[in-house]
T-cell receptor
């Protein structure tokens, strides 16, 4: 298995634009997580899914953020409209039991 | 909010020395995990210790858990330059991988 695959690896966008981050989890994993990492706040859990169903989205910072998991092999995190303070590295991770496997992350810069 | 808090925030040692990092947490847990993150990469799972275990070994890694003090330590013996990375502890309070909560990490630098 190729591991958790995220795209794009880097994204630079202007404030106000819509940004969509994509994630393909490891096949057979039933948990999927979205994290955000910044120097100031560290690694924050935004939302996680179990069997494609959102379980806890209390970490989503604002209504500008939304996440979907239409099937077991794909998830998106959307920010609309984007703001400079959304600049961070966004990680997707998947799990079948307790160990989480992370993707390489998407480095988002909003200018 | 952050559950685990690593200490120290940064650690620099000579190659061959042992490196010890600590993690403290606030609430009861089912298990505690340690992860490593190399610069610009995703986190990689190192080791998991259950709440009823006190010590666990994996290669050059030794993890201890003291649930009475709500703390854990990660020891890397005979450090190598390739061990340079950030190390995070993560706690799991649920029945499975229900949203691991990470600390801010310890940045370890191994000087050759």
């Amino acid at each position: 298995d190729a591991g958790v695959i995220q795209s794009p690896r880097h994204e630079v966008t202007e404030m106000g634009q819509e940004v969509t981050l994509r994630c393909k989890p490891i096949s057979g994993h039933d948990y999927l997580f979205w994290y955000r990492q910044t120097m100031m706040r560290g690694l924050e859990l935004l939302i996680y899914f179990n069997n494609n169903v959102p379980i806890d989205d209390s970490g989503m910072p604002e209504d500008r953020f939304s996440a979907k998991m239409p099937n077991a092999s794909f998830s998106t995190l959307k920010i609309q409209p984007s703001e400079p303070r959304d600049s961070a590295v966004y990680f997707c991770a998947s799990s079948r039991r307790r160990e989480a496997f992370f993707g390489q992350g998407t480095r988002l810069t909003v200018v | 909010s952050q559950q685990g808090e690593e200490d120290p925030q940064a650690l620099s040692i000579q190659e061959g020395e042992n490196a010890t990092m600590n993690c403290s947490y606030k609430t009861s847990i089912n298990n505690l995990q340690w992860y490593r993150q190399n610069s610009g990469r995703g986190l990689v799972h190192l080791i998991l210790i259950r709440s009823n275990e006190r010590e666990k070994h994996s290669g050059r890694l030794r993890v201890t858990l003291d649930t009475s003090k709500k703390s854990s330590s990660l020891l890397i013996t005979a450090s190598r330059a390739a061990d340079t990375a950030s190390y995070f502890c993560a706690t799991d309070s649920g029945g499975g991988a229900d949203g691991l909560t990470f600390g801010k990490g310890t940045h370890l630098i191994i000087q050759p």
